[in-house]
């Protein structure tokens, strides 16, 4: 059933705010929905950067399948959502395309590396985004934007036309300000795509959604996270009491190898997936073509990718040289097989297990701009063990502390969803969610 | 990670580095590598598998098919008489 | 080998592509079953171990035909490791087997740039390496040749021109070996080990000393040359592939049925049916189809029958002419009711060119009528050539050739030869009666 949408506020906000890269000219709209996607994810009307200035001018022959889905399902998409360069970030500073700005605290960031996503859905009216999650960047800008962020299963939404980070790592996953978004939503944008092998392999998602009735917490989660964070969290476990949610604190010691192991697999592929961004075929292509290749191949790179990119780049390549890989690109393959066996214990007895979403609120730019790579990287402790092990997550925001949303996440196993999206619902029903103030 | 080490990785990975950032670079990959050394002492798996999930045995039929027409993936790029311009061989 | 892109026909460059084999971000590769089942296939035929599971992996090195700058092949598992290939009674081990995709195509300019047709990018190529158990460049070529026949045979591929083989070809005549890398075609292969044979002998005996090296061959000038030095290391930092997962083989394996080789089957043929050793490498080298309607020709008639019929109208016609299943079934009734005496040799002749080239039965039927009553009519007005050709068969050649000469060139030389032996047969046969 369509209506006519308005979409007359979008340039306001997003000069505000920097939300999107690129968007539609369009007032208004005839459809049934509006949605963004993140900028990674191919679009056949727009151009697709993913944060990059060395994809600049690249507009893609193919939607991404996730796009094409909501595309058929009535779905207007209205822009491109700004993010760290190749999702190489956690708080979208990476962008070659200006940082979004946190709806709640403009001099804060919106987390990253979906922020634009998670501006979206804090500020628009009626908006679902698309995000991508490798390390975490789906739920954290969810947490610091005060929205819901559901990272389904690895393999259950096609990557095609996703615009690799890490292969074994990347998930399209949906924001919103509201629950109903994500149950309505996911099952549209999942399911088997012949044109991505990994999305092949995955059971039916259940209609009926079941209830989670159980939680673990890891005390290695709450070690280490801002007092404030701590108080927003325990007070919602109380909440989840309440609600006769069985509460209990459990111990998870493989999740303190989490960080290494999926910064050496990410950095790695990732590493692999950037070799073929080198002035030819897409994106910069205007070198001078009589240098010889090596040198055209090095020279358009060094300009056009930023400086995380290029860190990333030079671990992930040698995290898997000759000499080093058994130590690293291998060891990391297998601590993420513990680190899914530790999960797979904790469900046996727990339907999901908790924890906060990020270790404090959203940051000042300021403070940000003075962290150094590893402190940034570390920052993901908590996003991190889901996202390496490929289960299904969600971010709910479960407090304030001055004025900033608190999230924390809800962990299943592979290919339960449905729990996520029944205890969305269920939590958007007890607890009280504040918007930002948004003045046009 | 000594300077010669990033300087041999960038090579390899197509990035020339200015003074600066080979500097810069070597001190936050030392940091970090200093870090990830704990992967040394993390347990070992006997389960194997490139994907966090098993993906397994997903072939496609040997059927010749061209969703979208070669032309519209060309027009973007630089060409020459329908060649793709690139750079210099040798 | 991992897209849809036909890989075969293209007009022009750069119009079999599509988002996949040209790496666009965003693409997603996806594994073919058949060049999976026809790898094991081979690998299968070469006698080697193929593992339980095998995966593919990330090759990563710069250069303008390889569209993602690595090149999805198998590193740490082959489909096939450890055969071995007997050339005549000479085994040469096989190493390895596996599967990879093929990278675009380069050609130099002018200017100095470099321009590149896709086409060929993502095709499916299968690598077999091989021990140093070749002795010589011209055994290289000949073990070349019976793999490729028996490889073209087993996968049933058409026949493709050597030029679709490409090798790196390794060779030391010392202690130290160097490598020729890309060399194609069997012709060059042998040109270059040659080369290189006669080149290292030469550095040996003028008392310097072989060092380990990359070259490549010059096809116009026939040399070798030793490559650029490698100003850029390669570290090719392989990880595995994840988008593409891992496949359990050794049940697809287990359930490929190896079809004979020719070699194999030529040597059964003199074995089993007294076949001389030329006549039965000629049927197995035109067509193993050929050959196997051999068999099933002896099956309805006898060894002697199929064998003349085989080697001579049949094989005459094949070129251009693979039968159908149902074409096969024509012919074999064909054969069947000559050998059982329902049809005659003539009419049995008619009906196998009719079908195999399409003339019309009954134009060949009045044509061939046409023809016996030219030679009868030769026949009737020299009847002496009845009584020279019992004693001396080649007097049918008078007739022969003034049957040519009179029909200028109406009929071919083989029907005129065929119908005055037959004619002339019987017309012995009588004069005796």
């Not at chain 1, 947490?143 to 095609?160: A, D, E, K, M, Q």
């Not at chain 1, 990287?377 to 709910?396: C, E, M, Q, R």
């Not at chain 3, 050709?389 to 003034?402: E, F, L, Q």
């Not at chain 3, 037959?422 to 004069?431: F, G, I, K, T, W």
Request: aromatic fraction near 8%; glycine fraction near 6%; hydrophobic fraction near 35%.
């Amino acid at each position: 059933m369509t209506s006519e949408i308005s979409l007359k506020d979008l340039k306001e906000l997003d000069s505000r705010y920097n939300i999107f890269t690129s968007m539609t000219a369009e007032e208004s709209v005839d459809a049934e929905f509006v949605f963004s996607a993140k900028d990674n994810l191919t679009s056949k009307d727009f151009e697709t950067r993913a944060g990059s200035r060395i994809l600049e001018g690249y507009t893609p022959g193919f939607d991404a399948t996730p796009i094409r889905r909501m595309r058929d399902a009535g779905g207007f998409l209205a822009g491109k959502t700004n993010m760290d360069e190749f999702g190489f970030g956690t708080f979208s500073a990476n962008s070659a395309y200006g940082i979004p700005r946190n709806p709640f605290d403009t001099n804060r960031s919106c987390g990253g590396s979906s922020g634009g996503a998670a501006c979206a859905a804090a500020i628009l009216e009626n908006h679902v985004a698309l995000g991508v999650s490798t390390g975490g960047s789906i739920s954290c800008p969810a947490s610091f934007c005060g929205v819901f962020g559901i990272t389904p299963t690895y393999g259950r939404v096609s990557r095609y036309g996703l615009i690799d980070y890490g292969n074994s790592l990347d998930k399209v996953g949906i924001l919103s300000a509201k629950a109903a978004d994500l149950t309505k939503y996911l099952p549209i944008i999942s399911g088997k795509d012949h044109r991505d092998p990994t999305s092949c392999v995955q059971p039916d998602m259940r209609r009926s959604l079941r209830r989670i009735r159980s939680v673990a917490v890891p005390k290695e989660a709450i070690d280490g996270i801002s007092e404030d964070v701590m108080k927003s969290f325990e007070s919602a476990l109380e909440l989840l009491r309440s609600m006769s949610i069985d509460v209990e604190y459990v111990g998870m010691p493989s999740l303190k190898y989490s960080i290494p192991a999926y910064y050496v697999i990410a950095t790695s592929e990732a590493s692999t997936n950037l070799a073929r961004y080198c002035g030819m075929r897409y994106g910069q292509q205007e070198g001078d073509l009589t240098l010889k290749f090596d040198d055209y191949f090095s020279s358009i790179r060094s300009k056009y990718f930023g400086d995380e990119a290029k860190r990333r780049i030079l671990l992930g390549t040698f995290t898997r040289m000759v000499g080093y890989a058994d130590r690293y690109y291998n060891k990391a393959l297998q601590v993420r097989q513990v680190i899914i066996a530790e999960y797979k214990g904790i469900f046996k007895t727990h339907d999901a297990v908790l924890t906060p979403t990020m270790p404090f609120v959203s940051p000042r730019f300021d403070d940000i701009s003075k962290m150094s790579a590893l402190q940034s990287y570390k920052a993901d402790f908590l996003t991190v063990p889901p996202n390496i092990s490929g289960t299904p997550h969600l971010s709910v925001p479960c407090g304030y502390s001055e004025g900033m949303p608190v999230g924390m996440q809800f962990i299943t196993d592979h290919w339960n969803e449905d729990l996520l999206l029944s205890m969305a619902t269920e939590w958007e029903n007890a607890f009280d969610i504040r918007h930002p103030e948004v003045k046009l | 990670m000594d300077r010669e080490i990033v300087e041999r990785v960038a090579h390899i990975a197509h990035l020339d580095l200015t003074e600066e950032e080979l500097e810069r670079y070597s001190k936050d990959l030392s940091e970090i590598l200093e870090y990830f050394q704990m992967l040394d002492i993390a347990p070992e798996s006997e389960e194997f598998g490139f994907d966090p999930v098993e993906v397994a045995d997903v072939l496609r039929d040997d059927i010749p098919d061209m969703e979208i027409p070669a032309d519209a993936l060309l027009s973007q790029m630089k060409t020459y008489n329908d060649f793709v311009r690139g750079p210099r061989i040798s | 080998m991992f897209c849809s892109c036909p890989t075969t026909g293209a007009d022009a460059p750069n119009t079999h592509v599509c988002p996949t084999c040209l790496g666009m971000p965003g693409s997603r590769p996806s594994l073919n079953g058949k060049a999976l089942e026809l790898g094991l296939t081979i690998a299968k035929m070469l006698k080697c171990e193929i593992p339980k599971t095998t995966w593919f992996s990330r090759k990563t090195y710069f250069y303008p035909d390889l569209c993602k700058h690595f090149q999805i092949t198998q590193y740490d598992t082959p489909i096939g490791e450890k055969g071995v290939y007997h050339l005549g009674k000479k085994p040469i081990r096989i190493t390895r087997v596996h599967l990879e995709e093929d990278p675009g195509k380069i050609k130099r300019v002018g200017d100095g740039s470099s321009l590149v047709d896709y086409n060929r990018s993502g095709v499916p190529l299968v690598e077999i390496v091989t021990e140093p158990d070749i002795s010589s460049p011209a055994e290289a070529r000949q073990f070349l040749s019976e793999l490729l026949t028996e490889i073209r045979y087993t996968i049933d591929l058409p026949e493709d021109g050597e030029r679709s083989v490409r090798c790196d070809c390794n060779i030391s005549v010392g202690t130290e070996r160097c490598e020729v890398k890309n060399v194609t075609g069997l012709k060059n292969v042998e040109r270059c080990l040659t080369f290189e044979a006669v080149r290292q002998t030469k550095l040996l005996k003028a008392g310097r000393t072989i060092e380990r090296e990359t070259r490549h061959f010059d096809e116009e000038r026939k040399v070798t040359m030793p490559a650029r030095k490698k100003e850029y290391e390669a570290d090719y930092g392989y990880i595995g592939e994840p988008d593409l997962g891992i496949f359990h083989i050794a049940r697809i394996a287990e359930n490929i049925k190896l079809r004979e080789s020719p070699l194999n089957m030529a040597s059964r043929f003199q074995s089993e049916y007294g076949l001389d050793e030329r006549t039965a490498k000629q049927i197995v080298t035109t067509s193993m189809k050929l050959a196997e309607l051999f068999e099933e020709l002896i099956k309805v008639s006898d060894v002697q029958t199929a064998k003349t019929w085989i080697t001579g109208n049949i094989s005459a016609y094949w070129k251009g002419f693979e039968p159908s299943d149902e074409e096969k079934k024509d012919l074999i009734s064909m054969i069947s009711d000559f050998h059982t005496g329902r049809i005659t040799d003539t009419e049995c002749n008619i009906r196998i060119r009719s079908l195999m080239t399409g003339e019309g039965q009954k134009e060949m039927t009045d044509s061939a009528a046409d023809l016996d009553r030219l030679i009868d009519a030769f026949i009737d007005e020299n009847p002496s050539v009845v009584a020279d050709y019992r004693k001396n068969d080649r007097a049918a050649n008078r007739i022969i050739g003034s049957v040519m000469k009179q029909t200028g060139g109406r009929y071919s030389s083989a029907d005129i030869v065929d119908a005055t032996r037959r004619l002339m047969d019987a017309r012995s046969q009588r004069s005796d009666a």
